[in-house]
């Protein structure tokens, strides 16, 4: 399995996860729906614009795009939710939030691993 393919592969399954369509993903990414599909079989590789603006949606690091198995990876999907009523106009607000609640996370982590001084 090529990169494209793995991170088809994990686009596919995050989207399905969260219950978005093709068609919210596209009108959020302000593509059409078949350049997702493309991505998500990887006949194409997803630029890291894409693939950032995907990661804020999905609630998760563009690093888990990448990972061959991605049950092993380190996924936080503490803000996963079903996304069956969601207006496309929505997403971004969505997205925004969750890149928000994730710096947040990481700096927390930062600092509880920051080495104390006494």
């Known amino acids: 399995m090529n990169q494209d393919q ?3 592969k994990n686009l596919q399954a995050l989207r399905k996860k969260l219950g978005f369509t093709q068609d ?3 009108a959020y990414l302000q593509i059409n729906r078949e350049e ?3 991505y998500e079989n990887g006949s194409r590789t997803a630029s890291t614009k894409i693939l950032s603006h995907l990661a804020n949606l999905y609630g998760v690091d563009e690093y888990d795009f990448y990972e ?3 049950d092993l990876a380190n996924v936080n999907l503490a803000l996963a939710f079903r996304a069956e009523n969601i207006k ?3 997403l971004e607000q969505i997205a ?3 890149k928000i609640v994730r710096n947040y996370l990481s700096m927390k ?3 509880e691993h920051e080495p104390t001084h006494s």
């Open 6 to 8: 793995i991170i088809g």
């Open 24 to 26: 919210q993903v596209a």
């Open 36 to 38: 997702v599909s493309y």
């Open 68 to 70: 061959e198995d991605l």
């Open 88 to 90: 496309s106009t929505d």
């Open 96 to 98: 925004k939030f969750k």
């Open 109 to 111: 982590s930062l600092l």
